[in-house]
Nanobody, 126 residues
Framework: QVQLVESGGGSVQDGGSLRLSCAAS????????MGWFRQAPGKEREFVAV???????????YYADSVKGRFTISRDNAKNSVYLQMNSLKPDDTAVYYCAATRRWRTPMTYEYEYWGQGTQVTVSS
Protein backbone atom coordinates (compact mmCIF):
# COMPACT_ATOMS: atom_id res chain seq x y z
CA GLN A 1 0.00 0.00 0.00
CA VAL A 2 1.45 3.33 -1.08
CA GLN A 3 1.43 6.12 1.47
CA LEU A 4 2.57 9.71 1.14
CA VAL A 5 2.50 11.64 4.39
CA GLU A 6 3.07 15.39 4.44
CA SER A 7 4.17 17.42 7.44
CA GLY A 8 5.56 20.84 8.26
CA GLY A 9 2.59 23.04 7.49
CA GLY A 10 1.56 25.86 9.77
CA SER A 11 0.87 29.56 10.07
CA VAL A 12 3.44 32.23 9.27
CA GLN A 13 3.45 35.92 8.55
CA ASP A 14 4.01 37.54 5.18
CA GLY A 15 7.69 37.11 4.25
CA GLY A 16 8.20 34.10 6.48
CA SER A 17 9.46 30.61 5.67
CA LEU A 18 8.30 27.03 6.07
CA ARG A 19 9.72 23.67 5.10
CA LEU A 20 7.33 20.93 4.09
CA SER A 21 8.27 17.27 4.17
CA CYS A 22 6.70 14.23 2.53
CA ALA A 23 7.58 10.70 3.59
CA ALA A 24 6.81 7.96 1.08
CA SER A 25 6.35 4.24 1.60
CA UNK A 26 5.10 1.28 -0.39
CA UNK A 27 6.62 2.37 -3.71
CA UNK A 28 10.02 2.27 -5.41
CA UNK A 29 10.71 5.84 -4.48
CA UNK A 30 13.64 6.48 -6.80
CA UNK A 31 11.54 5.43 -9.79
CA UNK A 32 9.11 8.31 -9.35
CA UNK A 33 9.18 11.99 -9.94
CA MET A 34 7.89 13.70 -6.81
CA GLY A 35 5.79 16.81 -6.94
CA TRP A 36 4.06 19.36 -4.77
CA PHE A 37 0.66 20.83 -5.53
CA ARG A 38 -1.56 23.22 -3.62
CA GLN A 39 -5.25 24.01 -3.41
CA ALA A 40 -6.72 27.17 -1.99
CA PRO A 41 -10.38 27.38 -0.92
CA GLY A 42 -12.66 27.64 -3.94
CA LYS A 43 -9.81 27.10 -6.40
CA GLU A 44 -8.54 24.18 -8.43
CA ARG A 45 -5.51 22.23 -7.37
CA GLU A 46 -2.42 23.75 -8.95
CA PHE A 47 1.10 22.58 -9.64
CA VAL A 48 3.91 24.00 -7.51
CA ALA A 49 7.09 22.02 -8.22
CA VAL A 50 8.43 18.60 -9.19
CA UNK A 51 11.78 16.89 -8.82
CA UNK A 52 12.97 14.18 -11.13
CA UNK A 53 13.65 10.58 -10.18
CA UNK A 54 17.18 9.25 -10.28
CA UNK A 55 16.86 7.22 -13.44
CA UNK A 56 18.62 9.92 -15.40
CA UNK A 57 21.92 11.69 -15.05
CA UNK A 58 21.09 14.10 -12.25
CA UNK A 59 18.21 15.42 -10.23
CA UNK A 60 16.32 18.15 -11.99
CA UNK A 61 13.59 20.42 -10.85
CA TYR A 62 10.71 22.29 -12.41
CA TYR A 63 8.65 25.06 -10.84
CA ALA A 64 5.49 27.00 -11.40
CA ASP A 65 6.26 30.60 -12.33
CA SER A 66 4.43 31.82 -9.24
CA VAL A 67 6.95 30.19 -6.89
CA LYS A 68 10.15 30.27 -8.91
CA GLY A 69 12.96 31.88 -6.95
CA ARG A 70 11.11 31.54 -3.64
CA PHE A 71 10.50 27.78 -3.29
CA THR A 72 13.02 24.96 -3.56
CA ILE A 73 12.12 21.31 -4.01
CA SER A 74 14.57 18.56 -3.06
CA ARG A 75 14.57 14.87 -2.34
CA ASP A 76 16.50 12.38 -0.25
CA ASN A 77 16.18 8.93 -1.78
CA ALA A 78 17.89 7.31 1.22
CA LYS A 79 15.02 8.56 3.37
CA ASN A 80 12.25 8.15 0.76
CA SER A 81 11.42 11.79 1.30
CA VAL A 82 10.79 14.95 -0.66
CA TYR A 83 10.90 18.48 0.70
CA LEU A 84 9.64 21.92 -0.20
CA GLN A 85 11.49 24.88 1.25
CA MET A 86 9.26 27.92 1.01
CA ASN A 87 10.76 31.36 1.51
CA SER A 88 9.34 34.86 1.13
CA LEU A 89 5.86 33.51 1.66
CA LYS A 90 2.90 35.63 0.63
CA PRO A 91 -0.78 35.51 1.62
CA ASP A 92 -1.51 34.15 -1.88
CA ASP A 93 0.51 31.06 -0.96
CA THR A 94 -2.14 30.10 1.59
CA ALA A 95 -3.46 26.65 0.64
CA VAL A 96 -3.43 22.97 1.44
CA TYR A 97 -0.19 21.55 0.06
CA TYR A 98 -0.12 18.03 -1.36
CA CYS A 99 2.73 15.71 -2.16
CA ALA A 100 2.31 13.45 -5.20
CA ALA A 101 4.20 10.80 -7.18
CA THR A 102 4.43 10.51 -10.96
CA ARG A 103 6.03 8.22 -13.51
CA ARG A 104 6.18 11.17 -15.88
CA TRP A 105 8.91 13.76 -15.55
CA ARG A 106 8.25 17.49 -15.69
CA THR A 107 4.51 17.36 -15.75
CA PRO A 108 2.26 19.91 -14.03
CA MET A 109 -0.91 17.95 -14.77
CA THR A 110 -2.67 16.42 -11.78
CA TYR A 111 -3.87 13.40 -13.77
CA GLU A 112 -0.27 12.39 -14.44
CA TYR A 113 0.29 11.78 -10.73
CA GLU A 114 -0.59 8.31 -9.46
CA TYR A 115 -0.35 8.75 -5.72
CA TRP A 116 -1.28 11.60 -3.41
CA GLY A 117 -0.85 12.51 0.22
CA GLN A 118 -3.58 13.86 2.47
CA GLY A 119 -2.25 17.41 2.46
CA THR A 120 -0.91 19.89 4.99
CA GLN A 121 -2.28 23.37 5.60
CA VAL A 122 -0.12 26.45 5.03
CA THR A 123 -1.52 29.80 6.11
CA VAL A 124 0.27 33.09 5.44
CA SER A 125 -1.09 36.18 7.14
CA SER A 126 -0.45 39.77 6.14
Amino acid sequence: QVQLVESGGGSVQDGGSLRLSCAASGLTFNSYGMGWFRQAPGKEREFVAVVRDVSWSASSTYYADSVKGRFTISRDNAKNSVYLQMNSLKPDDTAVYYCAATRRWRTPMTYEYEYWGQGTQVTVSS
